[in-house]
């Protein structure tokens, strides 16, 4: 069964640019989720999706983030504009929603540096 | 307030046990979780708990949950190099399993 597929691994951009990252969940997986993970952190969640809706976007910061999960299969995580702070590795993760514990599979992240 | 404590460091002699210690806040939390993640990987899941449960055994690992004082421990037996890595405590709130991790424990292992 292959993971949870992310691009790209890495992404150099400068402050006030735009960037997008991709993820594509492991097959069958309804539920998936993006975390911001800050180098010395645990990775925070930004946003959940089921299937193709939002059940929790409370600390995404609205105002130059945004996601989408267009047909409830892969995702894409916007950054417009980038700010310093944004530095970071994004981790997308997925489970499937079937009984017993919700297991999260993480992908290989992609690390953001904002220059 | 959802909150997840871990002591930030642990060096041990390999063959030896290792402990890593966390504290979370929500008493609802319905699962615990250890992830351990390597340089430049991803998050691995390595071992889960059910908040009815007391310990939980899974070959070198094993879980312990007080659930009393909400602390949670893994417990690494036989500890090799490659055990060396980071690894994150995490409760689940909400119905959608929502996580909110520890810092990290940063597990050194030494010969």
């Known amino acids: 069964e292959a993971g949870v597929a992310q691009s790209p691994r890495y992404k150099i951009i400068e402050k006030r640019q735009s960037v997008a990252f991709w993820c594509n969940p492991i097959?069958?997986?309804?539920?998936l989720y993006w975390y911001q993970q800050i180098l010395g952190q645990g990775p925070k969640l930004l946003i959940q999706?089921?299937?193709?809706?939002?059940?929790?976007d409370s600390q995404l910061p609205k105002d130059r983030f945004s996601a989408e999960r267009l047909k409830g299969v892969d995702s894409t995580l916007k950054i417009q504009p980038a700010k310093l702070e944004d530095s970071a590795v994004y981790l997308c993760a997925s489970s499937s929603r079937g009984a017993g514990a919700y297991e999260q599979y993480f992908g290989p992240g992609t690390r953001l540096t904002v220059t | 307030g959802e909150d997840v404590e871990q002591s930030l460091f642990l060096s041990v002699r390999e063959g030896d046990s290792s402990v890593i210690n966390c504290t979370y806040t929500d008493s609802s939390s319905t699962y615990l979780y250890w992830y351990k993640q390597e340089p430049g990987a991803g998050l691995q899941l390595l071992t889960y708990?059910?908040?009815?449960?007391d310990m939980k055994q899974d070959q070198r690992l094993t879980v312990l949950l007080n659930k009393k004082d909400k602390h949670l421990s893994l417990r690494i037996a036989d500890t090799q190099t490659g055990d060396s890595a980071i690894y994150f405590c995490?409760?689940?709130?909400?119905?959608?399993?929502?996580?909110?991790f520890g810092a990290g424990t940063r597990l050194a292992v030494h010969p």
């Open positions: 708990i059910f908040s009815n449960m």
């Open positions: 995490a409760e689940s709130i909400g119905g959608y399993n929502k996580l909110i």
């Open positions: 999706f089921q299937n193709n809706g939002v059940v929790d």
């Open positions: 097959s069958g997986h309804a539920t």
